[in-house]
């Protein structure tokens, strides 16, 4: 089984940066896809940017150019880098392991806690 833990969320002003990290226990790190989804109250979960094993990223429309996803193999942790933030980005954010490089939440088998970004005014 996979472990996954957030950290980093917080409350930052409109055009703010945060810089949110999931560290992964339990298997090999290296075996999984990593993706960050973003759910806000009364809304369905949705996809923000996932990173393949290798160099191979995917980002939703609405964060491109203003998000980063990486990750270390080594230290078995995957980061999301979030610049010039939006109100809208205001949501708990979840990263996520799966097999395949994909935006579908359902094809992710494992999930972290959660973590709160709220963006103000």
């Known amino acids: 089984q996979v472990q996954l833990v957030e950290s980093g969320g917080g409350l930052v002003q409109a055009g703010g940066s945060l810089r949110l990290s999931c560290a992964a226990s339990?298997?090999?790190?290296?075996?999984?896809?990593m993706g960050w989804f973003r759910q806000a109250p009364g809304k369905e979960r949705e996809f923000v940017a996932a990173i393949a094993v290798g160099s191979n990223t995917l980002y939703t429309n609405s964060v491109k150019g203003r998000f980063t996803i990486s990750r270390n193999n080594t230290k078995s942790t995957v980061d999301l880098q979030m610049n010039s933030l939006k109100p809208e980005d205001t949501a708990v954010y979840y990263c996520?392991?799966?097999?395949?490089?994909?935006?579908?939440?359902?094809?992710?088998?494992?999930w972290g806690q959660g973590i709160q970004v709220t963006v103000s005014s």
């Open positions: 996520a392991a799966g097999g395949l490089l994909t935006t579908s939440k359902n094809r992710y088998s494992y």
């Open positions: 339990g298997r090999t790190f290296s075996n999984y896809i």
